[in-house]
């Protein structure tokens, strides 16, 4: 079994949705690992689905300094590297591309993507997606996953329009032009 990086008590299963992660049975920090972090932000929140920060995909453009625990699995030392722009500093493992969080970091990650996405304007959505479409073309990723992830922002810009600019998208009905985000 498994023990808790920060207080060496247990850790047990525990179910996010679907997702089995470990939780410390004391402290009630979790481990998340490879890709289970993003599982469980989706499926808090679907919404969130495209705010994806790849950090082993990008590591150099995280501020990574030393974390000061040991990974669970691995057994070296982790690096505490900030969850996109969201304030929560987790602690990463390079290996195996877990990821430690303390308790209320999950909550707290999730709280601050809802506030990002909240506050990003239309034309921010635009740049997000050009972006992502250019990773459709060069990422590393599949192409399927890539493409979910796009087919989401355009719903998300649907929205987003509709929102912002609900007269254009009653126009765009009107004349029954050519719908993209159909
Ligand atoms: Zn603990
Ligand atoms: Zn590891």
């Given at each position: 079994m498994k023990?808790?990086?920060k207080c060496g008590n247990d850790l047990n299963v525990k179910l996010i949705g679907s997702i089995e992660v470990?939780?410390?049975?004391?402290?009630k920090g979790i481990w998340l690992e490879k890709g289970e972090l993003?599982?469980?932000?989706?499926?808090?929140?679907p919404n969130l689905n495209w705010l994806d920060f790849e950090i082993w995909k990008h590591e150099d453009k995280f501020s990574s300094k030393q974390g000061a625990i040991k990974c669970p699995t691995c057994?070296?030392?982790t690096v505490s590297i900030e969850?996109?722009?969201?304030?929560?500093?987790v602690d990463y493992c390079k290996n195996c591309h877990g990821v430690w969080l303390d308790r209320d970091e999950?909550?707290?990650i999730i709280d601050a993507l809802e506030h990002e996405i909240n506050e990003k304007t239309f034309s921010e959505y635009v740049d997000e997606t050009i972006k992502e479409a250019k990773e459709v073309i060069t990422g590393p990723e599949s192409f399927m996953s890539e493409w979910k992830d796009l087919s989401s922002i355009f719903k998300l810009m649907?929205?987003?329009l509709y929102v912002e600019k609900p007269k254009l998208v009653e126009t765009l009905a009107d004349i029954n032009t050519l719908n993209p985000f159909k």
């Open positions: 023990e808790c990086p470990d939780e410390c049975i004391s402290c993003r599982e469980a932000k989706d499926l808090i929140d057994n070296i030392p969850y996109g722009h969201t304030g929560v500093n999950l909550p707290n649907q929205y987003r």
